[in-house]
């Protein structure tokens, strides 16, 4: 599940084929015993996947997060339970209609949302692939409860948005979230799961669409009154087409603009039910 998670570790760690290799021919760093070399192999190849929180004497190993030990338990957290009859995972992958690879990045995600709903100061917001697992973890009342709140330290609460009129601020939480994610992970985040958020200056270029549609059709209008003056074409009905063209043209402008993500659900500190928090 944590394939690429791995990969990335790999220039600490070691790749798992040297060091599978460096266990069957016994040889350990600094010169150590088979035995020995076998053993440190096995411990090295145990933890590849896991952050590797910096060396405090130089600095330079890994990003530095503001709890690398609470981003380790959530790695090690099990989403399924092997009793369960549907499984959390396979429930989410047959639910969403997504591949097994993009369930495991999914999830992983989801990982690192929960990681930064934790050590955030403010509120944080996540892209709708991720606030479905989200909104499916909750079902799972026991793991989500009893189990994963408690790893956080805090009890993380899904609130649903009160409508239209919180889409500005949830736009600029998600910014926020994305750039804390950079700052924890120092990595961007994939745009498969954490969509590029809407440009700014979409509705200024909304009004210009209106403004040109309006003298386009206008002049379109004062073209055919005068051609079809005394053809017994009436006016109203001239005004009326082009009404109709220019609403068809604002909703193919309006539905190519819209955002990739949908920011319906947050979370955050303070838990005041305004638009969800962390705690009571």
Known sequence: ??????????????????????????RGQGGKTPAAGAAAAVREIAIIGRYDS????????GPVMRD???????????????RAEVPFTRKLRIGEGWSRRLTARVLDEYRRFLYLAAVSDGRVTPSRKVDRAWHLHLSYTRDYWQRLCPLLGRE??????????????HLAQYRETLALYRQEFDAAPPRSVWPKPPREQRPRRTGLLMLKA???YGGIFLAARYLLTGTGIHTMGLVILAGILTGVLLAISAAQGEGAITLSYESGSGGDGDGGGCGD
């Open 1 to 26: 599940m944590f394939a690429a998670a791995a990969a990335e570790d790999q220039d600490v760690h070691g790749s798992p084929p040297v060091l599978l290799a460096r266990l069957l021919s016994g």
């Open 54 to 61: 910096p060396d405090a004497t130089d600095g330079t190993k």
């Open 68 to 82: 690398p030990a609470l981003w380790n338990r959530l790695r090690d957290h099990a989403f399924d339970d092997p």
């Open 156 to 169: 993380l609460h899904h609130e649903p948005s009160s409508g239209p009129a919180e889409d500005a601020r």
């Open 214 to 216: 309006a003298a386009f």
